[in-house]
């Protein structure tokens, strides 16, 4: 249909070229004055007035016609990463299932006096299971090449990744899934004390006047909050503990010479840390709610929405933290911030709307604040360079 149409135009300018080439040739025969200044050449020189369009011209302006339609928005298009979206939203979508599922499995298995430990640490074994599938099944994942020597390196990142999922665990049991969320927003103000007191790194003095507005904000969230629970405030500190040291623990880890290639991917990575977080995991549920793993196990097999929205966590949260990594692998340092601020908004609005927590004005302004404080932290460096 485009070679149709430009044809088409093509053939109009050269119709529409040739009449005023026409046109001008009958005006040069009744207007030119030939001078009578002795003898004259057999051929005389003709003017060519400036309205005529040469159709070699028409060539060139028809090819540029005929390249030129919806370029801009064909090649706009072209140039759009349709897959780094598709990360998004499936991170999106994972992340708030992930809290609805688990929220759901917390309150069928009893609540704050349930089992947080035993539906943390089996929603990390059904990670297990999906990433074992991955490394069986045929043409689906290679598996890593990782010595005995790199997996005790990465026993402190598991460590922490198993802490930090077990914590949050515990905030979501505890108190209101939006309250959790709000407090666990508050991660770089553990992430800017751990850099500077514990790994000696420099934080700048503009990340640091943030801090006190990512603070105010979750205070402020946390004098409306209906469901509100010490235990649920103390388990999001300490999963945004967890997860500081994860991080610092994390680029650590990354310098070991050759990992990476002996990990293969980013998927590896992150199920070979889910393995050794499950096996951590597993001392932790013996210990705390051991001598009640029967009644966990009856629970199950005459609740059937404990184990499948377990299940249904555990798969979400594996696929949601995996493609949050692959994703931000993907994207700069802004782009990651503007990622997981929005996340945290859809995830804190989206997941009170749908289980019927408490909305107070106070307490989204206090969201509003601590969440914008994260994500001026994030950016506020580079906000200062620019100046």
């Known amino acids: 249909m485009k070679v149709l149409f430009s044809l088409l135009l093509v053939a109009v300018l050269a119709v529409l070229g040739s009449t005023d080439g026409l046109q001008s040739n009958v ?6 004055k030939v001078k009578s200044l002795g003898r004259q050449p057999w051929v005389q020189p003709l003017e060519v007035p400036q309205g005529r369009t040469s159709s070699v011209a028409l060539r060139e302006t028809a090819a540029v016609v005929e390249d030129s339609p919806r370029g801009g928005a064909v090649s706009a ?3 759009f990463d349709f897959g780094l979206l598709i990360y998004f939203a499936l991170w999106y979508i994972g992340n708030y299932y992930y809290n609805i599922t688990n929220k759901l499995a917390l309150k069928a298995a009893g609540g704050k006096t349930g089992f947080p430990m035993a539906i943390s640490s089996l929603q990390l074994g059904v990670g297990v299971l999906y990433a074992l599938f991955l490394w069986v099944a045929p043409d689906a994942r290679v598996k890593p090449s990782i010595t005995v020597d790199d997996i005790v390196k990465m026993l402190p990142v598991a460590f922490c990744f198993m802490g930090a999922h077990s914590a949050s665990v515990f905030a979501l049991g505890a108190g209101a899934v939006s309250f959790a969320q709000i407090v666990k927003a508050a991660e770089p103000a ?3 004390v751990l850099a500077t007191f514990v790994y000696k790194k420099e934080v700048s003095k ?3 006047l943030c801090l006190p507005i990512i603070i105010g904000g979750v205070i402020l969230a946390s004098v409306k909050e209906l469901d509100f629970s010490v235990f ?6 300490t999963a945004n503990l967890f997860a500081a040291f994860k991080g610092n ?3 650590k880890l990354m310098e070991t010479p050759g990992l ?6 980013i998927g590896n990575q992150f199920a070979v840390t889910t393995i050794l977080g499950f096996l951590m995991s597993i001392p932790l549920v013996i210990l705390k709610e051991g001598s009640r793993f029967g009644e966990f196990v009856e629970l199950c097999k005459t609740t059937p929405a404990v184990w499948a929205n377990l299940i249904a966590s555990g798969l979400w949260f594996y696929g949601y933290n995996e493609l949050a990594t692959m994703t931000l692998k993907k994207t700069g340092a802004v782009t990651q911030s503007v990622a997981n601020t929005a996340k945290r908004v859809i995830v804190i609005v989206g997941v009170a709307i749908v289980l019927g927590e408490s909305m107070d004005p106070i307490k989204l302004l206090g969201c509003g604040i601590g969440i914008g404080g994260v994500f001026l932290y994030s950016v506020i460096d580079n906000l ?3 100046s």
Not at 232 to 237: H, R
Not at 260 to 265: A, C, E, P, Q, Y
């Open 249 to 251: 623990e994390n680029k």
């Open 190 to 192: 553990f992430a800017a």
């Open 384 to 386: 200062v360079k620019s």
């Open 232 to 237: 649920a405030l103390i388990s999001a500190c």
């Open 27 to 32: 005006g040069l025969k009744k207007g030119v």
């Open 206 to 208: 503009a990340k640091w």
């Open 260 to 265: 990476k290639d002996r990990l293969g991917s």
């Open 77 to 79: 298009l072209k140039s």
